[in-house]
C-alpha cells in the first residue's frame, strides 16, 4: 500500500485507527456498563446477607425473651396456684372464726339475760315471787281458738297455710277490738307482723290483702306504720288510685 495511491487514502494509518477505535468504543462501553452492574449486584448480595444475619440475630433474640417470657409465666401460674391455695384455706378460716364469733355471741346475749334476770331479782329483793303455772295450749284451728278465747296462742303458733286463709277474718278480729282493749289489739298486731316478717309466702298474701282493701280506714290506721304500706301506696300512685275514692 506504501507504493500505490492507496496510501494516500489511508493517510498513513490514521484511518484505521479511527475505525478501531470507533469498534472497540461501544464495546468499552459495555464493558464498564457490565461491571457497573455487577458491582450493583454484588452490593445487594451483601446487603441480602447482611439483612439475613440481622434476621437470624432477632430472631434468637425473640427466642431467648420467649424462653424467658415462658419461665416467668411458669412462676406466676405457680405463684397464683399458692394464692389460690393460701386463700381457700383463709376462707375456711375465715368461716370458722364466723361460727365461732356468733357462737360467741350468741353466749354472750345468753350471759347479758341472764344477768340481767339476775340484777332485776336483786333489785327487788322484798317482792315474792308466786309460783305460777302456765296452761298448756292445745293447738287448733284459728277459728277455733278465737272462739274459745285464745287469739294470742293459737295465732303464736297457727299453721302457715290456715294463717294465710284466715288473714282477712284475724285482721277483722283485730279492727274490730273495741277502744278498751288497746293493749290486747297491739299485742296481737306485733304477733301477727312477726309471722308476716317471718314467711315470704305469708308476706306476699298480706301485701295482696292491702292492696284489695285500699279504702278501709280500719286496716289504713291499724298499719299505717308497717313497710308494706309503703308498697301498696306506691302501687296505688302508679294506677292513679286514691284512697278516698
Not at 439475613?52 to 420467649?66: D, E, G, P, Y
Not at 285464745?150 to 279492727?175: K, R, S, W
Amino acid at each position: 500500500l506504501y507504493f500505490t495511491p492507496l496510501y494516500l487514502v489511508l493517510v498513513g494509518g490514521i484511518t484505521p485507527s479511527l475505525i478501531a477505535a470507533f469498534c472497540t468504543a461501544p464495546i468499552l462501553y459495555f464493558l464498564r456498563k457490565y461491571d457497573y452492574a455487577l458491582q450493583c449486584k454484588t452490593k445487594l448480595v451483601d446487603a441480602y446477607y447482611e439483612e439475613i444475619h440481622a434476621l437470624r440475630a432477632r430472631v434468637h433474640t425473640i427466642q431467648s425473651t420467649n424462653d424467658e417470657l415462658l419461665s416467668k409465666n411458669k412462676e406466676l401460674h405457680y405463684q397464683v396456684m399458692q394464692k389460690e391455695e393460701q386463700i381457700e384455706r383463709d376462707y375456711e378460716q375465715i368461716c370458722a372464726l364466723n361460727a365461732e364469733i356468733a357462737r360467741k355471741k350468741r353466749q354472750s346475749e345468753l350471759f347479758e339475760k341472764r344477768l340481767t334476770l339476775h340484777s332485776s331479782h336483786k333489785t327487788m329483793p322484798f317482792f315474792h315471787q308466786k309460783p305460777t303455772t302456765s296452761k298448756i295450749v292445745k293447738r287448733c284451728s284459728l277459728l277455733h281458738g278465737f272462739r274459745r278465747g285464745q287469739m294470742e296462742a293459737q295465732l303464736e303458733c297457727a299453721d302457715i297455710d290456715d294463717l294465710v286463709h284466715m288473714l282477712p277474718i284475724v285482721i277483722a278480729c283485730i279492727t274490730f277490738l273495741p277502744f278498751g282493749m288497746t293493749q290486747s289489739r297491739k299485742r296481737l298486731q306485733r304477733i301477727l307482723e312477726k309471722r308476716i316478717a317471718e314467711n315470704h309466702y305469708l308476706r306476699m298474701q298480706f301485701y295482696f290483702f292491702l292492696v284489695s282493701f285500699l279504702g278501709c280506714a280500719d286496716v289504713k290506721r291499724l298499719f299505717r306504720k308497717h313497710k308494706m304500706m309503703t308498697l301498696v301506696e306506691e302501687t296505688s300512685a302508679l294506677f292513679d288510685y286514691q284512697w278516698d275514692e
